[in-house]
């Protein structure tokens, strides 16, 4: 019995040296499963792509320090290809084949729309890596925004074009899309600020050519030059016609795929944004610096919020239990986070909760982003 | 509206218009020469902008020989076009509608490949000048444009003359007006529409290389490009290469001057109506051929 029993301990002590450390052996579990819906394809791919890598640098992080109660996390990721009905169909699979616990994306508004009715609907989490859309978004009390609504964006340019600049006459270049969005919250906003609108000329969502409407805008004499686009052409096209004012545009420009568009005029412009790769905030340089290693590349603002969607999904599940009910971990997530992006608190009204503080503000100098000394409060 | 920002838009429309005027010229090359209306034009200028592109940044050629590398990639592409899209279809007796569908997926065909290679990104392709532009009384003009303008001019002339005054462009042109009496006076028809798609392709190669400066290379820049090219063709008579430069200039004027005049947001409403007027009226383009009427 004695020599049965040392036999025993023996078997099971040499097992356990074999099997390895800890972390590894718990994430012999069944992975749990979190869905994202993103643009890889389409317009919308200069937010999803970035969005897709920060998730899967977060899956990854997550991973290595054990998963979730000892269970490996993993994100299935589809591609809406930039259009709400191929989100929809997407989302659909996820949550019903799959059966997903959180689904993170999509990355475009109206894709946004087209998912958030079915998560409304399943009672489940959903964390959009869009600000929030049309009204109806706020009857949805399952559906969080990583990004800023766009009032919020339209505020942090007035703060810093008001309260740095001094300036209360402003051009606007925007183009009929993203520009079109983020120009009906700055009309909202011209009394409490004291600004004018000297001038405010569009164009077309993909447009080559913008010079007429920058020199119409010259021709106003603006203090300080709006650029609202996702495209490099207008900030070409407004230094080209001679437009020497400040510009500041806003994060949806703020990438480095329009900085190489923009050749040598991707100088002297100000972006209310929420990560500087060049020069993170201290909460920002562990990010930052993964983000480098993984991809050999710097980071901006939509790499952070794919990796923030991560960690609150991985949390909220951590807290509600991984065998707990979509509608609970969708509870656990209606609270405050410390993001890498920014600070949320999804029991706000627009289930966002990011407020200007959380901004940082970056000039371009010479085709680099420079981390600026301004922060609004 | 200041002296200024008239000759502003005036300079801007006419940069903008020869933009489109050489992507139409290429369309009415290749129209003219086979009837054809070919909707990779546009794709063309796309591979020659890459092309040239990567005989400048990875290869290191200087500026010249990068944009003739450029140009002789549209000549090849269009002669793959011919060769690999247009005759086999012909072979199987395609209609007109069967040439515009094969050519349109072969321009998605070549965005996506450039997708793919290249990726999603928009790369900046230097001009002639770099960024430097002109004062003229205080508006300004790229240096690159102003090389695109008297190119584009020279380029219209030459084409001209050698339609006129040549024989292999007598012979491209009989080719595609009438083939069994082409053929009967020995004129090597195939041949002539090889070489035609060859010279739209040249064309198209140009465009691109004098283009892309301007607007940056980008995946969707062949289709976008094709648009504008084709409703300058139109506008400007689509057998008429100096039709098709003149509609594109008259399109660009249009555009930038309702801008100024009117507003940015009516543009392209007050654009269109312009052109579908000019159609109306002159349903042949402004420089192209009235049709015979009676016998």
């Known amino acids: 019995m004695t020599r049965a029993f040392i036999g025993c301990a023996c078997v099971t002590a040499i097992a356990t040296l074999l099997a390895g450390p800890p972390s590894v052996q718990a994430q012999q579990g069944e992975p749990i499963k979190i869905g994202a819906v993103v643009a890889l394809t389409g317009p919308g791919a200069g937010l999803g792509q970035p969005e897709r890598n920060g998730m899967l640098l977060a899956e990854k992080v997550i991973n290595e320090k054990g998963g979730i109660k000892g269970r490996p996390i993993k994100i299935l990721i589809e591609d809406d290809g930039s259009k709400p009905d191929n989100a929809k169909s997407k989302a659909e699979r996820l949550i019903f084949d799959e059966k997903v616990l959180v689904l993170l994306g999509p990355s475009l508004t109206a894709s946004t729309g087209a998912v958030s009715a079915i998560t409304n609907a399943e009672g489940m989490a959903e964390l959009a890596c869009t600000g929030l859309g049309p009204k109806i978004e706020l009857t949805y009390k399952t559906l969080y925004h990583l990004l800023p609504p766009q009032v919020l964006n339209a505020r942090a340019m007035l703060e810093y074009t008001t309260k740095v600049l001094k300036a209360k006459k402003l051009g606007v270049l925007h183009d009929t899309g993203y520009g079109q969005v983020v120009m009906n919250s700055l009309n909202g906003l011209t009394g409490e600020y004291g600004v004018e609108f000297v001038s405010v000329e569009k164009f077309e969502v993909g447009a080559t050519d913008t010079s007429a409407q920058a020199a119409k805008v010259r021709a106003a004499d603006p203090e300080v030059l709006f650029i609202i686009a996702t495209s490099p052409v207008p900030f070409r096209n407004a230094r080209e016609v001679r437009i020497t004012q400040p510009i500041v545009s806003a994060i949806g420009s703020s990438s480095y795929d329009y900085v190489r568009g923009m050749g040598e005029y991707a100088d002297d412009i100000v972006f209310p944004e929420f990560v500087v790769g060049e020069d993170p905030a201290p909460h920002q340089t562990d990010f930052v610096k993964r983000y480098q290693q993984e991809y050999n590349a710097l980071p901006k603002n939509y790499e952070a919020a794919g990796w923030d969607a991560v960690h609150i999904a991985a949390k909220a599940i951590e807290t509600a239990g991984p065998n707990a009910t979509r509608a609970e971990i969708a509870k656990a997530m209606r609270g405050s986070y410390s993001g890498t992006l920014a600070s949320y608190n999804f029991a706000a009204d627009d289930m966002t909760g990011i407020e200007l503080s959380s901004y940082v503000y970056s000039k371009l100098v010479k085709g680099r982003f420079t981390r600026l000394p301004f922060a609004a409060k | ?154 380029v219209v002339t030459g084409l001209k003359l050698f339609y006129s005054y040549t024989r292999l462009g007598q012979a491209m042109l009989a080719a595609s007006i009438d083939v069994n009496g082409s053929l009967t006076i020995g004129i090597n028809v195939p041949l002539m529409r090889t070489l035609t798609f060859v010279a739209g392709g040249l064309m198209g190669g140009l465009a691109g290389v004098l283009v892309a400066p301007l607007i940056n290379i980008h995946y969707e820049m062949g289709l976008l490009l094709t648009l504008k090219g084709f409703a300058a063709a139109i506008l400007g008579g689509l057998t008429s290469p100096l039709g098709a430069v003149f509609g594109g200039v008259t399109l660009g004027l249009v555009e930038s001057l309702a801008v100024v005049a009117v507003s940015s947001g009516y543009k392209d409403v007050i654009a269109m109506a312009i052109l579908i007027l000019i159609m109306i009226v002159m349903p042949q383009g402004l420089l192209g051929r009235r049709g015979r009427r009676g016998g």
Do not use: C
């Open chain 2, 1 to 154: 509206m200041t002296i200024t920002l008239l000759l502003q838009s005036i300079l801007a429309g006419l940069t903008n218009g020869f933009v489109y005027g050489l992507i139409g010229l290429g369309i009415a090359i290749v129209f003219r020469g086979a009837r054809i209306i070919n909707a990779m034009q546009g794709d063309f200028a796309l591979l020659g902008s890459v092309v040239a592109y990567v005989s400048l940044t990875r290869f290191h050629l200087p500026m010249l020989p990068a944009f003739l590398v450029g140009v002789i990639a549209g000549g090849v592409l269009g002669f793959l076009v011919e060769r690999f899209l247009i005759r086999p279809t012909e072979e199987r007796a395609g209609t007109e509608d069967s040439y515009l569908l094969v050519t349109l997926g072969g321009a998605f065909a070549a965005s996506a490949a450039v997708l793919l290679y290249f990726g999603r990104d928009s790369y900046v392709l230097s001009g002639v000048g770099g960024d430097s532009s002109i004062n003229v009384f205080d508006a300004a003009i790229r240096v690159h444009a102003v090389w695109l303008i008297i190119i584009s001019s020279l």
